[in-house]
Each structure stands twice: as C-alpha cells, then as structure tokens.
C-alpha cells in the first residue's frame, strides 16, 4: 500500500484503536498525530492546550501534517479530532471518518476502566456542553472531507477495520 490511510473523527471515537487492528492486519505501521505532537515538543497535549492555548497547537498540528505530507508513505495514521482542518489533509492520503453519536462516544468513554483519564487528557471534552456544540459544528465538515464514511457505533474494533479494509481494497487503495 503506497498511500497513507488517515482516520478522522471526533475525540474518543476510536481511532487510535482503529488503527492499531488495520496496522496488525496489514503490514502496514501505525502512527498518531497526537502522539507525534508530544513527542516533537516533549510536552503532554493537555498541558500544552493550558500553557499555551489552541492556537499554538494548531500550528503544530499543520507542522506534523507537512512532515506526513513529505516523508510518510503506506502508514495507518489516526488523527487528533480537529486535525482534519489542516491545509493539505487531502495530500495526506485517502480520509476515513469514523462516526458515531455522541451519546455513544461519551458512553463508551465512561465505560472505560480508565475513564478518567482518557476524559481528562481532552481539553475539548471537559465542558459537556461546549463538547456538544463542537460535534454539531464538526459533523458535516468531517464528512465534506472524508472519502469514505464508516459507523463505528456499537461495533467491534475488529469489525470496523474489516470493513475499512474490503472498502479500501474495493477501489485498489490496499
Ligand atoms: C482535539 C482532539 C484530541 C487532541 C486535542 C484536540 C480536537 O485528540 O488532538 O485535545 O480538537 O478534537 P483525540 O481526537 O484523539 O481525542
């Protein structure tokens, strides 16, 4: 697989996870956007939101998009949920958004024998109500920009990346 595969969507709806079964499923590696972030500035996502603001993290979002777009090729990328707004996504590689409610990303997230912690660590979710709006705002700009569209609602992370995979195989992209 020559090109990138990058998940999109909301925080917490699983693309880490997702990517992780399609890496071991392929011989393909994984990486995190979040994850390159922290480890560029040696900083928690978190803390670099509280000591530094959104906006700074934007910007370092779009380096980590321009290094992807220059140096990554026939990688499984999962993206932290506002990722998709960088300027060369589609350069990128293929876009894959997962969907799912919200009422189902919050319950599997409080299902989540450390649910806590994977609430605390997002800046973006902590106020419920903000978290709304932002999901209302985001939903019809993650699908303007999705190739594909897949519902991961109620189904097994191993299921979701079958079906990934048979779409993506489908139009010769694995
Ligand atoms: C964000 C989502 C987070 C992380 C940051 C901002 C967002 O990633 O990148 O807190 O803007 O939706 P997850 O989608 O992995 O939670």
Request: a positive charge; aromatic letters at 6%; proline letters at 2%.
């Amino acid at each position: 697989m020559a090109e990138n595969i990058l998940l999109i969507g909301f925080m917490g709806v699983g693309k880490g996870r997702t990517a992780r079964a399609l890496a071991a499923a392929s011989r393909c590696f994984a990486l995190d956007t979040d994850d390159l972030i922290e480890s560029l500035t040696k900083i928690k996502i978190r803390t670099l939101f509280a000591e530094q603001g959104e906006p700074a993290f934007r910007k370092i979002e779009q380096q980590v998009a321009d290094w992807l777009e220059a140096h990554v090729r026939g990688t499984i990328v999962s993206t932290g949920g506002g990722f998709f707004m960088v300027n060369n996504l589609k350069r990128i590689g293929r876009v894959v958004y997962l969907h799912s409610s919200l009422k189902g990303i919050l319950a599997t997230l409080n299902r989540h024998p450390q649910a806590d912690r994977k609430i605390k660590k997002r800046p973006l979710l902590q106020d419920r109500d903000k978290a709304r709006a932002l999901y209302q705002l985001r939903l019809p700009l993650y699908r303007e920009v999705a190739d594909y569209e897949v519902n991961v609602e109620g189904r097994r992370t191993s299921e979701v990346a079958e079906e990934i995979r048979s779409l993506l195989a489908r139009d010769g992209v694995w």
